[in-house]
């Protein structure tokens, strides 16, 4: 769905932290919206910690810079990291390039799935949301 | 708004006197990483000379190669001609500017003045370390507040650890980036700066970012300053630490350190002190390899710097085996840091950062003893 000139894919879960989450059997993927990565600019690196960190929902776990942005990347899900993208230690750029197939950065095991309902999927809610994003940080 | 770049007498002779013989290619870290003779000194050269003899007209495309360097002076230093190519680089993109061809380091500077650090953070983290009467007066500059902050809050706890006896203020920007980029220092943060450290009382400046110490030493809005000005390894070179590491450690020398303010002793000085298994990368002193984030390049070619990063540090593994890589500029470390593959098992650090764990791993050892 094509939300504020800004795709986001039904059938994924999304973050106020502008991360996404998807379940593939009994893990969840995780990366960052299309808004996000086009705010960034060209992705140059993402901190991949190592497999078996623990992780909490909302709280942030590793950073991504572009040139000179840094931010921080936030679990979509309280669980363990199982699996990092490993394509972007030397392609962070994937992230900008396809964020949402390729640009994946990590695989989940999560405690409970009954936290993705904190995140959203209604369109309409993601909108509303969006606008105050746009509002505050401008749109590219 | 002049219409074409100034070739003063200096800059004519510099790019007439480059005799294109192309041994700046076999230190330039961009040309090693893109094999594109525009990327390095002996091309960018030929580019002015073509402009400055009316041949070539100043365009964008000429604008972006002159943003596509370091400045990391390794051209300049193994110049047989003894031309300084990145001074006469830093010039034009100032005339570029002038001229209308903006770049991307307007929207820095404006984003410096608005936040007084040029990545518009809005928060600055307080170190606290605030009190008047201490002798030294600690300034750690914009890339370790914001990128690498774990690395100034142990170089922090190592002064602490040795008794220094040092105050720290509310640092603006030291805004000497602007220079190198084509545009002009912020007059207003360097005031806010030397007011600030005058007030405190100290007497001696210490920076653990080299470029914020070239820019102190070098830029004449500093240059009423009063104060003694040192960089931390100048500082430290006489304690003693009381500790050592069997490891096998490096050390890089920062190109703003080495070749631009010439620091070349002081922190094999310290880490001599420290760790018996001490190797030198083949490159090394005034022909280290630059680790790709000076000059802007971070900024304006980002992949770019933190390829060149990856390439020195590679060399850097494969060359001297080392376990520990030391230096001491937040730049390198950051950009170093950035550039590590997971399978890289080398440990990248600060000295100051590198000695706090160890006297830490030292007292911890001690507790547990007791």
């Not at chain 1, 390039?97 to 095991?109: A, N, P, S, T």
């Not at chain 2, 650090?117 to 500059?141: Q, S, T």
């Not at chain 2, 450690?249 to 298994?277: F, M």
Request: net charge neutral.
């Amino acid at each position: 769905m094509n939300i504020e000139g800004y795709e986001f894919p039904e059938g994924l879960y999304y973050d106020k932290n502008h991360f996404w989450a998807r379940v593939e059997g009994d893990l969840v993927v995780m990366g960052m919206n299309q808004y996000a990565q086009k705010m960034a600019g060209t992705i140059v690196y993402v901190g991949l910690p190592p497999e078996g960190k623990k992780l909490t929902q909302g709280k942030n776990f590793t950073k991504i810079e572009s040139g000179k942005w840094l931010g921080k990347v936030f679990s979509v899900v309280s669980g363990e990291l199982v699996a990092v993208n490993e394509e972007l230690e030397r392609k962070a750029k994937l992230i900008n390039e396809d964020c949402y197939g390729k640009g994946w950065m990590f695989r989940i095991k999560p405690n409970n799935l009954d936290e993705l309902k904190n995140l959203m999927t209604d369109p309409e809610v993601i909108r509303e949301w969006l606008k105050g994003e746009i509002a505050q940080h401008g749109k590219k | 708004m002049p219409d074409q770049i100034q070739f003063d007498e200096k800059r004519r002779k510099a790019i007439t006197q480059c005799s294109r013989c192309g041994f700046c290619r076999a230190v330039c870290p961009i040309f090693e990483l893109t094999k594109r003779p525009i990327t390095n000194a002996r091309g960018k050269m030929i580019l002015l000379k073509e402009v400055m003899e009316g041949k070539l007209p100043v365009t964008e495309g000429v604008a972006q190669a002159l943003l596509r360097c370091t400045t990391c002076m390794n051209c300049t230093v193994n110049c047989p001609s003894g031309v300084d190519p990145q001074e006469a680089f830093k010039a034009a993109r100032k005339d570029m500017v002038r001229m209308g061809f903006d770049n991307l380091f307007k929207a820095m500077g404006e984003i410096v003045e608005k936040y007084g650090n040029i990545y518009g953070e809005k928060e600055r983290h307080d170190w606290g370390h605030k009190k008047n009467g201490a002798p030294y007066v600690l300034f750690v500059g914009c890339v370790g507040t914001y990128r690498e902050e774990e690395s100034v809050e142990e170089t922090i706890r190592f002064l602490d650890l040795m008794k220094v006896d040092f105050t720290m203020i509310d640092e603006a920007c030291c805004s000497g980036v602007l220079e190198d980029v084509g545009y002009k220092m912020k007059d207003e943060l360097a005031k806010r700066n030397v007011r600030e450290l005058q007030k405190i009382g100290a007497k001696t400046l210490i920076t653990t970012c080299p470029y914020c110490y070239r820019v102190f030493k070098e830029h004449p809005a500093y240059k009423n300053l009063g104060l003694e000005l040192k960089h931390i390894t100048q500082f430290l070179k006489d304690f003693n630490f009381g500790v050592k590491t069997e490891k096998k450690v490096t050390y890089h020398d920062p190109c703003d350190l080495g070749r631009h303010a010439g620091i070349y002793e002081e922190p094999r000085e310290i880490i001599r002190k420290i760790a018996p298994n001490f190797v030198e990368p083949r490159r090394t002193r005034d022909n280290a390899m630059c680790c790709g984030s000076g000059g802007g390049l971070r900024g304006s070619f980002p992949e770019d710097s933190i390829e060149i990063s990856r390439n020195r540090l590679s060399q850097i593994i494969e060359e001297t085996g080392a376990e520990i890589l030391l230096t001491e500029c937040p730049s390198c470390v950051h950009n170093f840091r950035n550039a590590k593959l997971r399978k890289q098992k080398i440990e990248i650090y600060n000295i100051t950062e590198f000695i706090a764990q160890l006297l830490q791993e030292n007292m911890s050892g001690a507790r547990s003893e007791a």
